[in-house]
């Protein structure tokens, strides 16, 4: 990819590489090739064209003659760029253009305390003009393919072009892609019935298409049936990423993985191993059983003895169900390694108590970084600890280092009874482990998000939370009553509005046929959101369209999805609820309960809902209830393993570790080492490379270079949109770390649009009551005009009171800048009554004092004025002085960046 994107060899595309004089495989390691040493040439070679890798070139060609716009992104499911449409304005000098400061006020729907806002401001429309266009059509000929005997002369395709001034040609073709792409393609393929299975069982099919093996799993009832199965497919993908992460594994492989969700219907896809021979784990091979017991040490798995149905024993490194493949390439692939990680003892059948309610699977496994937290605090004694190590097979008595047997409380594996005592420990220190989460690790997540301004704003976010403390979402139920019995529950209703959401979205399961398909989620979607929805009689609806446009647009016969009701549905989310989650008093009678109860926005939930299913709305009418023209289209969800940038993830973590040192020059070269490449590998489009970039503009920042750190950070805010969403919880935050450096730099009128923006994103997002809305609000009330400034600060007071109490550092600083800015309108006795302390010998004291003093004096001259003149027109004047000097002090740049720098936490001095 990166050959293909230079300028010399953009205009072709079927390329190999050659090593004197020898084609090189293109999946082939460099370090594995004869020959390569230093001075040694590699050649670029343009191959014959196949019929294929024509048309993979005639694709290339149309896209590069096309221009992409904005609306290019939606149409393929991902995620535009809207930063253009920020930056680009006819001022781009803030300071030698001050008419470009004052844009105009924050429109209406921005403002605090509003409850409508347009969808069509989050896409807004480009100022750029569009790129020209060099070709009306290119495309394959009505005369394609070639007949017979013109395929014996070496015809295999044939093209039309037509040139913008109107002339046709006609091109004869002569003979002389990306895993997740192809993918999305095969599951659209496969589900919609236009491949055939290859193993000839209805049940399990199974189905090769480009290169790819797509199969369903299948469905055991010993796993838990339906949701056994899904839940297998997906441990399945986590472990081979686990697998993938080790570093220095040589002689164990793993295939490319992905899940991809369609229409209600979740597939595996993996790669297909080159020329594979059937080849198990428990053998004998020293060279593949030294890399299994080092992934095993990496991966905290015990080796232990399992006795085989024929009743010899067999020690295993990995769990019973994995199994292994030798590729024709010599290479050795592990397969079925979904059950690699151990058993979650809190939802193990063999543990469960009478009371309480059976989870739906029995595939409850630990997350990885369960027990990467739970190694570090075990409590006990050093000696007891070491014993423990040594009864459970610790390669050292002085390293404390554990491990855990994965096939622990298994259904229908049997240990020796030489392994009974090592077998009891392991099933003490699974049971340790998984009460350590409900113990440590769930209060511990409740008590970080009361004090922190960065809560999680929606599912994506909550679940990338809980997984950084090892808390699987079947512990939400255990979250939410955390939260109910925690005295601060009415500070963390936020949390809870994400938990209930974060579970709504995956109660959508639909198995209907394609012609109503649209129907069938325009129905579920109406249910979901629309306040005592009722469906309308079957056909109805379907034979007024279709007098009006000669085409049904919906089921021509009762289905069971039509004639689901709104209050049906509510009762099977709370049904599963209760069985999954164990909650039951929060979900309320309706929607509407979470709305008037918990501010939750209907709005949140449709997103959540497009982005877990793939459905795409586009909203035509407006009526309330859904119509199947509002379906827009369904894409495929892709989940897939990550293959890690060595390279640049070491540099990137060494500039990590050079931040907490405090060496900064130092880290700042790590950060454009790693940034460089993560350019290289994967041209910036990587969630780690966005992660790269935002810290290094926020060092560069520190080092005082505010022009560098606003170049990076725009290069960040594109990356983030394009790969996580313009409307991710990250694009946020990246907003708002752009505003300050742009204002930094004197772009007021940028950092006002860019604080704007970010706060139309989180409204609609979550929604007003939200931390982080507070830090938005203080921002603002920094950067716009007078007039504007208190209400925002006025908000950000309020929901920091609401969120972190009267008393916290946040609502201090809340007090601090609305004291300020009640000072520049002369309002001296409440300035006074905002202005908080923090202790003699805090740094933010002297400010305070200093800025009380200030007002103190300038109350008193203004009255002492007023006593001496006693005139209308000497009030004036000095009340008018006087709010002019506060008003500077207020708007002091020095102090402004400061204050901005503390909001969005750019740097955390000891506030």
């Given at each position: 990819m990166a050959l293909l994107s230079r300028n010399e060899v953009c205009p072709r595309s079927n390329l190999s590489l050659a090593l004197a004089g020898t084609t090189l495989d293109p999946h082939a390691e460099?370090?594995?090739?004869?020959?390569?040493?230093?001075?040694?040439?590699?050649?670029?070679?343009?191959?014959?064209?196949?019929?294929?890798?024509?048309?993979?070139?005639?694709?290339?060609?149309?896209?590069?003659?096309?221009?992409?716009?904005?609306?290019?992104?939606?149409?393929?499911?991902?995620?535009?760029s809207v930063l253009e449409t920020l930056t680009h304005t006819p001022g781009k000098n803030a300071r030698r253009n001050k008419s470009a400061n004052q844009d105009g006020p924050p429109p209406e729907y921005l403002l605090p305390g509003s409850s409508e806002r347009p969808l069509m401001a989050l896409l807004p429309h480009s100022s750029q003009s569009e790129a020209p266009s060099y070709l009306k059509d290119l495309s394959l000929s009505c005369w394609h393919p070639p007949p017979g005997h013109r395929k014996l002369q070496g015809d295999f395709m044939y093209m039309t072009v037509v040139t913008i001034e109107g002339r046709h040609c006609d091109i004869t073709s002569l003979r002389n892609n990306a895993f997740v792409r192809t993918v999305?393609?095969?599951?659209?393929?496969?589900?919609?019935?236009?491949?055939?299975?290859?193993?000839?069982?209805?049940?399990?099919?199974?189905?090769?298409?480009?290169?790819?093996?797509?199969?369903?799993?299948?469905?055991?009832?010993?796993?838990?049936?339906?949701?056994?199965?899904?839940?297998?497919?997906?441990?399945?993908?986590k472990c081979v990423q686990a697998y993938s992460d080790l570093e220095g594994l040589q002689g164990l492989h793993t295939l490319p993985t992905a899940i991809v969700d369609y229409r209600g219907v979740r597939l595996s896809a993996q790669g297909l191993a080159p020329g594979f021979e059937n080849f198990y784990c428990a053998f004998g091979a020293k060279s593949v059983s030294s890399s299994l017991l080092r992934a095993a040490k990496s991966l905290f798995i015990q080796r232990h003895v399992v006795v085989a149905p024929k009743g010899h024993q067999v020690p295993l490194f990995t769990s019973l169900d994995a199994q292994g493949l030798l590729g024709a390439d010599g290479r050795f692939y592990l397969l079925d390694v979904f059950r690699s990680f151990p058993v979650d003892a809190n939802f193990c059948p063999e543990e469960e108590t009478p009371s309480q309610t059976k989870f739906p699977h029995s595939l409850s496994l630990i997350l990885f970084w369960t027990y990467m937290t739970f190694l570090p605090g075990d409590s006990r004694a050093t000696d007891a600890v070491r014993a423990a190590c040594r009864d459970v097979g610790s390669v050292s008595d002085i390293i404390f280092e554990m491990r855990f047997n994965p096939n622990v409380f298994s259904p229908g594996i049997r240990f020796p009874p030489s392994e009974s005592a090592s077998t009891n420990l392991q099933e003490k220190l699974l049971r340790e482990a998984a009460a350590f989460i409900i113990t440590h690790q769930i209060p511990d997540f409740v008590s970080c998000c009361l004090h922190s301004n960065e809560a999680p704003m929606d599912g994506v976010s909550l679940k990338q939370a809980l997984h950084q403390r090892g808390i699987n979402l079947r512990y939400l139920g255990h979250v939410v009553k955390a939260i109910s019995q925690s005295e601060h529950k009415e500070q963390l209703r936020h949390i809870m509005v994400c938990l209930i959401s974060s579970h709504l979205i995956h109660t959508f399961k639909t198995g209907v046929d394609v012609p109503s398909l649209s129907a069938a989620v325009s129905h579920f979607l109406s249910c979901l959101l629309v306040h005592h929805f009722t469906p309308s009689p079957v056909g109805e609806e379907a034979k007024k369209k279709s007098r009006r446009r000669g085409r049904g647009a919906g089921a021509s016969e009762s289905t069971p999805w039509s004639m689901l009701t709104g209050s049906e549905l509510w009762n099977l989310v709370c049904q599963d609820a209760v069985e999954t989650y164990g909650v039951s008093d929060s979900l309320g009678s309706s929607p509407n309960h979470l709305v008037e109860n918990y501010g939750l926005q209907k709005l949140s939930l449709l997103r959540e809902f497009c982005l877990k299913t793939g459905v795409q709305v586009i909203k035509y009418s407006n009526k309330a209830p859904f119509s199947p023209d509002d379906i827009l289209n369904i894409f495929p969800v892709v989940k897939h393993i990550k293959m890690p940038t060595a390279d640049a993830s070491k540099a990137y973590r060494a500039a990590q570790t050079s931040i907490q040192k405090g060496l900064l020059d130092q880290a700042h070269e790590q950060l454009k080492e790693a940034a460089y490449l993560y350019g290289r590998v994967c041209d910036d489009l990587d969630p780690e490379a966005c992660n790269c970039n935002s810290l290094l503009a926020k060092v560069t920042f520190l080092q005082g270079k505010a022009a560098e750190a606003r170049s990076v950070q725009l290069k960040t805010v594109v990356i983030s949109e394009r790969v996580l969403g313009f409307d991710h919880p990250n694009t946020i935050q990246q907003y708002a770390l752009l505003a300050v450096y742009a204002y930094a730099g004197g772009e007021t009128t940028l950092a006002q649009k860019c604080l704007l923006r970010a706060r139309l994103l989180l409204l609609t997002v979550h929604g007003e009551d939200h931390p982080y809305t507070a830090t938005l609000d203080s921002c603002l009330g920094l950067v716009l005009t007078e007039d504007q400034t208190g209400q925002f600060l006025k908000n950000a007071l309020k929901l920091n009171t609401s969120f972190f109490g009267p008393t916290d550092l946040h609502t201090a600083l809340s007090h601090h800048l609305l004291a300020q800015w009640m000072c520049s309108k002369g309002d001296y006795r409440s300035a006074m009554t905002h202005e908080k302390e923090f202790g003699e010998d805090h740094p933010q004291t002297s400010c305070s004092k200093e800025f009380l003093g200030t007002i103190t004096k300038q109350a008193v001259k203004v009255e002492r004025t007023l006593r001496q003149t006693g005139s209308e027109s000497a009030e004036q004047t000095v009340e008018v002085s006087a709010r002019a000097c506060i008003y500077r002090l207020f708007k002091k740049c020095k102090n402004m960046l400061r204050l901005l720098c503390v909001l969005p936490s750019v740097f955390k001095p000891n506030i």
């Open positions: 460099l370090q594995s090739l004869k020959g390569l040493k230093a001075g040694a040439l590699i050649r670029l070679v343009e191959e014959p064209y196949t019929f294929h890798s024509a048309r993979v070139h005639l694709a290339r060609v149309v896209e590069l003659l096309r221009a992409s716009g904005p609306h290019d992104a939606l149409r393929e499911g991902q995620s535009p999305m393609q095969a599951a659209e393929t496969v589900v919609d019935g236009f491949v055939e299975p290859v193993n000839g069982n209805p049940e399990d099919p199974a189905f090769l298409w480009s290169g790819l093996f797509m199969s369903q799993g299948a469905t055991s009832p010993a796993f838990g049936g339906e949701r056994g199965r899904r839940a297998a497919q997906r441990l399945e993908l």
